[in-house]
């Protein structure tokens, strides 16, 4: 009867430890991949705001340049190209 202890003792130790190191690769496993998704997404929002300044730069530079060309056309000054 002493001899089957170890036996049944390794054996289970295998499969204990073996399931809970199946559920912690699974478990990184999926994280990563939620991860990977939640890095795509703040990748997706970063080029979007991103887009949405240069959108007002550009066009708070066209409008400067009309204000500046009004303001030059009501002052009288030469606006012809040589």
């Not at 009867?1 to 399931?19: A, C, N, Q, S, Y």
């Not at 970063?46 to 240069?54: E, P």
């Not at 730069?57 to 030469?78: E, N, R």
């Amino acid at each position: 009867m002493v001899d089957w202890i170890p036996i049944v003792f390794v054996t289970f130790k295998v499969l204990v430890l073996g399931t809970g190191m199946f559920f912690a690769i699974k478990w990184h496993y999926d994280q990563g991949k939620k991860e990977k998704k939640k890095e795509e997404e703040e990748k997706r929002a970063a080029l979007r705001a991103g887009g949405k300044v240069a959108a007002v730069f550009v066009l708070s530079l066209l409008g400067l340049g009309l204000v500046t060309f009004f303001l030059a056309w009501k002052l009288g000054l030469d606006l012809t190209f040589p």
